[in-house]
């Protein structure tokens, strides 16, 4: 008799109740995103013939400090032509408190740095990036009359990009809670992106033709975070959605 085996259970060894986000998904150039990920080991899962990306920035309290993040992630699977993502690439990713952008560096081996941020969910969302006098990153969503609004959610793995000569490695995320989805709307909202002389996830964006498509809003959620595994013995859980 086969049977299915059972899916891997996943500590989650930091939750959060009470985050506020705002993202936005969107799609850029397919060929751009699979000439950046031929050497990773990826490949940008396609809609439409485009690749499709992730802007998620959260507002949140973790031990009683208040912080802001801000995140760039890729849909990918590690086959190519897969019609389904298996998780997400990050990037590139903002903390606005130092210490924790280094924690995550350092104990993670994730792609955090330092960052001036703003998150508002409103009426009317508002995310900024501020540097050095700059504004990389401004997303600003109109006030909404009504949203559809549904309790969903969303759980997988999040690979990162190799650090020198250690390999891939990879963390489990899962995050819940009502959820706002509305279409972008390009005579009210608004996306503005400029090249920064430190991070070049802008000029990427930029380059290959970043196209917002949909806003997600959840201003009361619940994001649960795994340690770091390095990829080959990692657990196989799978991308779901609540």
Known sequence: MNSKPPTPTIDYDVEISGVREVSLIGTAELGFWRDRLSREGFHPVPIDGRAQLLVSSTNATFHGIRFRELSFSLFVSRRKDAADAEGLYLLRAFNSVRFFAFVERTLFSTPY????????VGPPARVDLREKGRVPLRMTMSPRSSVAARDDGWE????????????????????RGET???????????VT???????????????????????IVRPNATHGKSKTFPLDSAPRAQTKSA
């Open 113 to 120: 740095y330092p960052g001036e941020l703003d998150v508002e």
């Open 193 to 215: 992106i400029q090249p920064s002389p430190t991070h070049t996830i802008f000029d990427e964006l930029l380059r290959s033709g970043f196209t917002p498509r949909e806003w």
């Open 180 to 190: 706002r989805f509305s279409p972008f709307d390009p005579e009210a909202d608004a």
């Open 156 to 175: 997988g793995p999040i690979f990162l990009p190799r650090n020198g000569g250690s390999g891939t490695k990879v963390f489990f995320a899962r995050l």
